[in-house]
C-alpha cells in the first residue's frame, strides 16, 4: 500500500534491459523493496533518505525492477544459452506479418520446424553416443586402446551396446526439459485466476485476457515434443540394429508404429492446441502409453538382436535420418517463405514492416543455422576427440585399426554454409555500412544545422562528434539487406539437400568434377576443415560465455540482455525455449498499478524496452483503472523497432488504440543521437488526433559550449539517462494534472 505523505501522483519507473539496479533507477543510494520478492520487485527510496533523481514535486517515484528474471539465477541464465535454437524458433511466429492468419497455416509450419529443431537435438545425442561411440570407435582397438572407460562397452553385443547407450538421449531430452520447468517456476502464479487461455497459437492482441498466460499451450507442446525426441530415437536405433536373431519377427513391425507414432505427433503438432486440459489428457494418454510400450519393446528388441559385423562404416540408417531431417527444414523454410511473403503483399500499406514482411522466415532460417552449428559442432568435437586430433574425411580416412569416425555428410554442408555465411554476411554489413555512410551524414549534417545554426569555429571539433553520434545511430535501420541476404543464403544452402540426401559430402563432390586426388579435393577438405572450426569456435565462445554468466554477475547481465530481447513473448512453437518473463512482468506492474491508483493518480514512466513492458501493461488494465493512468516513454523503441519487428501485435493499430485508452495522456520524448529510441508517431505517419503531441525531441547534447559554471562541455546522452532533463519533470507534471 501507497502511505508515502505529501505526494499527490505516483511515478513507476520501468527499467529496460541489461538488468539494471533499483539504485540507479531511482538515481538514490538507499532503496527498499516495498512490494514484489528477489526475482522482481518495486522499490523507493528509504524514508528520510530523500527523493530520487530527477523526482517531480509532489510525485512519489517509485522503481519496478524486472531484470532479475533473466539475469538474477547463474544456472538459469547460463542454461538459457543451450536454449538459443528454441528461442530463436519462438520467436519466429511473433514477426509475422499483420491480418489473419488463415487456416493457422502460419503458426502449424512453425511449429512443426520446431519439432524438426527437437528431433536435430536428438539426433545429434544419438550421433554422438550410438554412431560416434558405439558404432564407429568401440569395435575398433586403436579407438579404444587407453580408453578404459570405453573398452568395456566392447565386451557387450552391438544390440545390447546400443541400448545401453540409448540412455543417454533420453536422459538429454529430460535435461532440457527439466531446464524449461525449472526456468519458468519464478513466472508462475501471477496471471489473472480467470483468464481465458489461447488456443491455438498468438492470433489475439495483447489487450486479450490471459495473453501472456502459455502453461496449457506449453504443457502440450511440451508433451508432443518429448515424446517426438523418443520417437526419432527409437527410429534411429531400430534402423541401427540388425534385423535377424531374436528380434526379427517383430523388427518390421515395431519400425512401421514408431514411424505411425511420429506421424500422429507430427498431425497434432500441425492442428492448434486443444481447447482444454481435459481433451488434452485424453488425446495424450493413450499416446504416452503407446510411446513407452514402444520404445521398451525397441530397447529389448536392441538388446536382443543378432551381433551386426563389424567394419560397416556408420550407424546403418543415421546418415539417411540425418539427411531427411535437413531435408524437412528446408522444405518448410521455404513453404513458410512463400506464405509469409503471400500475407504481406495482402497487409495494408501503413502496416508493411521491415525486412519486406520476411521477419518470420529469416528468424526461422537462423534457428535452424544456430541448431545446425551447435548439432555439428557436438558431433565433429567429440569425432575429433575419438580420433585423437585428427579430422578424417572421404578423401583423408582414418587408418582401419581406428575406425571411420566420420560424422554425416549433411554436418559437413552445415560446416560449409556456415563459413559461407559468415564470409557473405560480414561482407554484406561492411558494404552496407559503406554505401549508407555518406546519405547518413547527410542527414545528421540536416539536423546538426537545425539544433547549432551559429555554432562558434572552437566548438568544430565538438560539432563533427556529435554529428558522428548520430550518423552511428541510423546503423539500425540499414542492416535490413544484412538479414534478407542471410535468408538468402540459408535458402541457397538448400541446394545442398539434394547431396545430402544421396550421401555426397563437399569432398567427395570436388572428387568427383576435379578428379580423383586432385587438388580440388584437397582444397574442398581444407575448405571445409575451416568451416568445421570456425562454427566450433563460435558455440566454443557461447559456452565460454555462458560460463562466465555462471561466475560472474556482470557477464549474467549482458547475457540477460539476449533473453531480455528473444524471451519477452510467450512460448506457443517451442516449448524447450526460455520461459516469457512477461508472463510475470505484465501482470505483476498491472496489479500494482490498479493498487496505487486506488489512492491517487499515476505515471507509468517506461524507459528503452521498459516502455514495451509498459504499452502491454496498460492494454491489459481495466477501464475504471485506465481513467487514473498516464504514460511517459523515453528512449523507447516501440515504433524504431517493435512496430516494425511485430507489426501484428504492436504495429500502427496498437499503438492509437494505446494513445485512446488513457486518452492520449501520453509523452514520448526521444534524442537523435540515441541509437534505440525514437519517435512513436514520426512526421508522415499516421499520428494521434490533432492538437495532440505525444513526441518531444530533445537536442543532444544541449548545448557546445562549456557552462560558465563547468570545466567540460555538456555530455552526449545518447539513450540514457532522460530523467535529468527539466522536459521529463515537466511531462510528469503535465500528466499527473491530467490524470486527476
Not at 494418454?285 to 521398451?296: G, R
Not at 527444414?329 to 513458410?336: A, E
Not at 523497432?641 to 492520449?664: E, K, M, Q, V
Request: include cysteine.
Amino acid at each position: 500500500m501507497d502511505r508515502t505523505p505529501g505526494r499527490d501522483a505516483v511515478e513507476l519507473r520501468v527499467h529496460g534491459v541489461s538488468g539494471v539496479t533499483a539504485e540507479r533507477i531511482l538515481d538514490h543510494p538507499i532503496v527498499v523493496r516495498v512490494a514484489g520478492d528477489r526475482h522482481a520487485g518495486f522499490f523507493r527510496p528509504r524514508p528520510g533518505s530523500g527523493i530520487a533523481g530527477g523526482a517531480t514535486d509532489g510525485v512519489a517515484v517509485e522503481a519496478y525492477r524486472w531484470g532479475s528474471l533473466t539475469a538474477g539465477v547463474a544456472v538459469r541464465t547460463a542454461s538459457m544459452l543451450l536454449l538459443l535454437p528454441f528461442m530463436l524458433s519462438n520467436l519466429a511466429i511473433w514477426l509475422r506479418p499483420p491480418g489473419h492468419d488463415r487456416w493457422g497455416l502460419l503458426g502449424a509450419l512453425c511449429r512443426l520446424l520446431a519439432g524438426t529443431l527437437t528431433a536435430t537435438f536428438v539426433l545429434a545425442a544419438v550421433g554422438v553416443t550410438l554412431d560416434l561411440v558405439g558404432w564407429q570407435c568401440v569395435p575398433y582397438p586403436g579407438c579404444r586402446a587407453s580408453r578404459p572407460y570405453l573398452a568395456w562397452l566392447h565386451t557387450l553385443p552391438t544390440g545390447p551396446r546400443l541400448a545401453l547407450l540409448s540412455v543417454v538421449p533420453l536422459l538429454a531430452l529430460r535435461v532440457v526439459w527439466a531446464i524449461g520447468i525449472r526456468s519458468a517456476r519464478a513466472f508462475e502464479g501471477f496471471g489473472p485466476s480467470s483468464a481465458t487461455h489461447r488456443s491455438g497459437g498468438p492470433t489475439g492482441n495483447l489487450a486479450d485476457a490471459g495473453f501472456w498466460q502459455d502453461e496449457q499451450t506449453t504443457g502440450w507442446l511440451r508433451q508432443l515434443h518429448v515424446m517426438l525426441g523418443v520417437g526419432t530415437l527409437n527410429a534411429a536405433l531400430l534402423a541401427g540394429i540388425a534385423p535377424g536373431g531374436v528380434g526379427a519377427p517383430g523388427h518390421r513391425v515395431l519400425f512401421g508404429i514408431t514411424v505411425g507414432l511420429l506421424a500422429v505427433e507430427v498431425v497434432l503438432l500441425a492442428r492448434p492446441v486443444p481447447a482444454g486440459p481435459a481433451r488434452a489428457r485424453r488425446l495424450l494418454h493413450p499416446l504416452w502409453t503407446v510411446t513407452v510400450v514402444v520404445t521398451v519393446c525397441c530397447l529389448g528388441s536392441a538388446t536382443l538382436a543378432d551381433p551386426a559385423p563389424e567394419g560397416l562404416g556408420q550407424l546403418p540408417g543415421y546418415e539417411g535420418l540425418a539427411a531427411g531431417m535437413v531435408a524437412t527444414q528446408g522444405v518448410l523454410l521455404v513453404v513458410l517463405t512463400v506464405v509469409t511473403y503471400t500475407r504481406q503483399r495482402a497487409a495494408r500499406d501503413d502496416e508493411r514492416p521491415v525486412l519486406h514482411g520476411l521477419g518470420t522466415p529469416i528468424m526461422a532460417a537462423a534457428a535452424v543455422s544456430v541448431g545446425a552449428a551447435f548439432t555439428a559442432t557436438l558431433v565433429y568435437r567429440v569425432a575429433d576427440a575419438l580420433d585423437r586430433g585428427d579430422i578424417p574425411d572421404p578423401i583423408r580416412p582414418n587408418p582401419p585399426v581406428v575406425g571411420p569416425l566420420e560424422p554425416p555428410v549433411s554436418y559437413w554442408w552445415a560446416a560449409l554454409a556456415g563459413l559461407a555465411a559468415l564470409l557473405i554476411g560480414a561482407a554484406v554489413t561492411s558494404a552496407t555500412l559503406l554505401l549508407t555512410r555518406r546519405r547518413r551524414r547527410r542527414l545528421a549534417a540536416r539536423i546538426i544545422e537545425r539544433d547549432y545554426p551559429d555554432a562558434p569555429a572552437p566548438d568544430a571539433h565538438r560539432l563533427r562528434l556529435v554529428q558522428e553520434t548520430i550518423a552511428r545511430s541510423r546503423i539500425t535501420e540499414e542492416l535490413g539487406p544484412v538479414l534478407i541476404a542471410f535468408l538468402v543464403i540459408a535458402s541457397l544452402g538448400l541446394a545442398t539437400v539434394a547431396f545430402d540426401v544421396i550421401g555426397i559430402g563437399p569432398t567427395q563432390l570436388a572428387d568427383r568434377l576435379g578428379g580423383y586426388g586432385g587438388a580440388a579435393a584437397v582444397f574442398a577438405a581444407y575448405v571445409t576443415d575451416a568451416g568445421v572450426w570456425v562454427i566450433s569456435l563460435l558455440v566454443i565462445c557461447l559456452m565460454i560465455l555462458g560460463f562466465r554468466a555462471y561466475r560472474s554477475a556482470q557477464t549474467r547481465r549482458v547475457v540477460a540482455v539476449l533473453w531480455d530481447l528473444g524471451t519477452f513473448w510467450p512460448r506457443t512453437v517451442h516449448p524447450f525455449a526460455p520461459p516469457c518473463y512477461a508472463a510475470r512482468a505484465v501482470p505483476e506492474l498491472a496489479k500494482r498499478v490498479t493498487g496505487l491508483t486506488a489512492r491517487r493518480p499515476v505515471v507509468l514512466s517506461g524507459h528503452s524496452h521498459g516502455s514495451v513492458l509498459a504499452a502491454a501493461t496498460i492494454l491489459q488494465l481495466p477501464p475504471a483503472v485506465l481513467a487514473r493512468v498516464s504514460l511517459l516513454t523515453y528512449g523507447s523503441p516501440l515504433q524504431r523497432t517493435y512496430a516494425r519487428l511485430y507489426p501484428a501485435y504492436l504495429g500502427p493499430r496498437t499503438l492509437h488504440d494505446l494513445g485512446a485508452r488513457i486518452d492520449w495522456r501520453w509523452r514520448n520524448l526521444w534524442r537523435d543521437t540515441d541509437p534505440i529510441g525514437g519517435p512513436i508517431f514520426p512526421a508522415g505517419s499516421d499520428g494521434p488526433p490533432p492538437g495532440v503531441d505525444v513526441d518531444t525531441r530533445l537536442r543532444d547534447p544541449r548545448s557546445l559550449t562549456i557552462d560558465p559554471a563547468d570545466t567540460v562541455p555538456p555530455p552526449i546522452e545518447g539513450h540514457w539517462p532522460y530523467h535529468t532533463q527539466a522536459a521529463y519533470q515537466l511531462a510528469v507534471r503535465e500528466l499527473t494534472d491530467r490524470s486527476r
